[in-house]
């Protein structure tokens, strides 16, 4: 099953997303978020296509060749959209590997595992899109975990969802975490909102999250404000604050320290897609420190060099 991709979405996930099609190999798993009925489904749809495509830009796939036809058509080969099935509507153990004598109703596409074993046929990736990642049961989640940190350089994973506390963390770590664009009803539901929530909420889950360290996401968004006009001889003191920011979120959210870096690099990667759309280079060297921190490189390099990108 796969689905059709209509007009491009505008807004700064939008760019990230651009950021991630046109600039390989990049991260291996995205994940889109958002509040229901928003950009998250189109977002990865047209980052699946991207991925597939052989002839695929900024723009996305190009939508004339063969495998971009398979794709809007529901056909892809290389590809698979992976929905929640059974009793509770759950994504199952069976999406994930071959579960001998699964108990009905059975997996009826080919198990994650399996579907990345083998080269794709026809585009130059294989991809995989769950959808919503909160469905995972234990057992499901658990699996995936091992297949997110082995994937071969040709396997894509894209998810998405509207209730990101509900993904497994350890998911969400493995995961380049997307926000997708805020509603437009949400400072008539929650009130005004300060600049920094203004800056880093899409959704409400996102609201929630700021207001529960309001210092640390006021500090923040100094932070990326002075990287925008900053010299670059800056760098070395900004990249030290940015880490002494993540430590203080990580002691808010009780969810340890590398996740709170990626937190921050991923704010920092949508940030500069808003602000410095006409550089997107600079984005894909923070979507490039995400993939290495979330990797175990050492976190304190990663910063350093990319505040010093960021700068230049």
């Not at 979405?9 to 190999?25: C, M, S």
């Not at 001889?233 to 203080?248: N, S, V, Y």
């Amino acid at each position: 099953m796969s689905s059709s991709v209509s007009e491009p979405v505008a807004g700064a996930a939008a760019r990230v997303a651009a950021r991630l099609a046109a600039a390989p190999p990049g991260p291996q798993v995205v994940l889109f978020y958002g509040e229901a009925g928003g950009t998250a489904p189109r977002l990865a749809a047209e980052l699946a296509a991207a991925w597939l495509c052989p002839n695929s830009d900024a723009l996305g796939g190009c939508g004339d060749c063969a495998v971009c036809r398979a794709f809007a058509a529901g056909r892809a080969v290389d590809f698979q959209h992976i929905v929640p099935y059974g009793a509770g509507r759950f994504i199952r153990l069976g999406a994930v590997h071959y579960v001998p004598n699964e108990p009905d109703p059975k997996f009826t596409g080919i198990p994650t595992i399996d579907f990345f074993r083998t080269r794709p046929l026809i585009a130059p990736t294989k991809v995989v899109w769950f959808d919503p990642a909160d469905r995972f049961n234990l057992d499901s989640g658990n699996a995936l975990l091992k297949s997110l940190e082995e994937l071969p350089a040709y396997a894509r994973v894209v998810m998405t969802t509207d209730d990101l506390g509900r993904v497994m963390p350890t998911v969400r770590s493995r995961c380049l975490c997307v926000a997708c664009e805020l509603p437009a009803d949400l400072e008539a539901v929650a009130g005004p909102l300060s600049d920094a929530e203004r800056a880093f909420a899409r959704t409400r889950g996102d609201l929630e999250r700021v207001r529960k360290s309001p210092a640390a996401y006021d500090a923040l968004h100094d932070l990326f404000l002075r990287t925008l006009q900053s010299p670059v001889g800056a760098a070395p003191a900004l990249a030290e604050e940015a880490r002494d920011i993540a430590a203080k979120l990580a002691e808010g959210s009780g969810d340890g320290i590398r996740p709170a870096q990626l937190v921050v690099l991923e704010l920092l990667a949508t940030w500069w897609a808003r602000h410095r759309p006409e550089d997107p280079g600079k984005t894909a060297a923070v979507i490039e420190a995400h993939r290495l921190v979330g990797g175990n490189i050492n976190a304190g390099a990663v910063f350093d060099m990319v505040f010093a990108q960021l700068l230049v």
